[in-house]
């Protein structure tokens, strides 16, 4: 599976984006997929995560009712919609690839390149 993540920018804090992870590989439909994100001088935090079949979702505490993950399989992309940003938001944002244990458990094998996520306050 190889995975491009896109759709960061600069917004104003309260601002909406959406972030897009396109996937190759024959086993994408069958991969959960994860968000996560790395702040300058922090580690790397689990953001949000959906299962193969959209059925079941998971998100971090500090973005519950604010992100939103989902996936079209027909078009091999997963989509992190981000509304309320915040500053603390501010992150280079990945997205990853593997087993819904793997997913979960914070250590999925594929991984795509970042995509800066900047928010003003």
């Known amino acids: 599976v190889q995975l491009q993540a896109s759709g960061g920018g600069l917004v104003q804090a309260g601002g909406s984006l959406r972030l897009s992870c396109a996937a190759s590989g024959r086993t994408f439909s069958r991969s959960a997929v994860g968000w996560f994100r790395q702040a300058p001088g922090k580690e790397r935090e689990f953001v949000a995560a959906?299962?193969?079949?959209?059925?079941?979702?998971s998100y971090v505490d500090s973005v519950l009712g604010r992100f939103t993950i989902s996936r079209d399989n027909a078009k091999n992309l997963v989509y992190l919609q981000m509304n309320s940003l915040r500053p603390e938001d501010t992150a280079v944002y990945f997205c990853?690839?593997?087993?819904?244990?793997?997913?979960?458990?914070?250590?999925?094998?594929?991984w795509g390149q970042g995509t800066q996520v900047t928010v003003s306050s």
């Open positions: 990853a690839a593997d087993s819904w244990s793997a997913v979960l458990g914070r250590r999925p094998y594929y």
């Open positions: 959906i299962s193969w079949g959209g059925d079941s979702t």
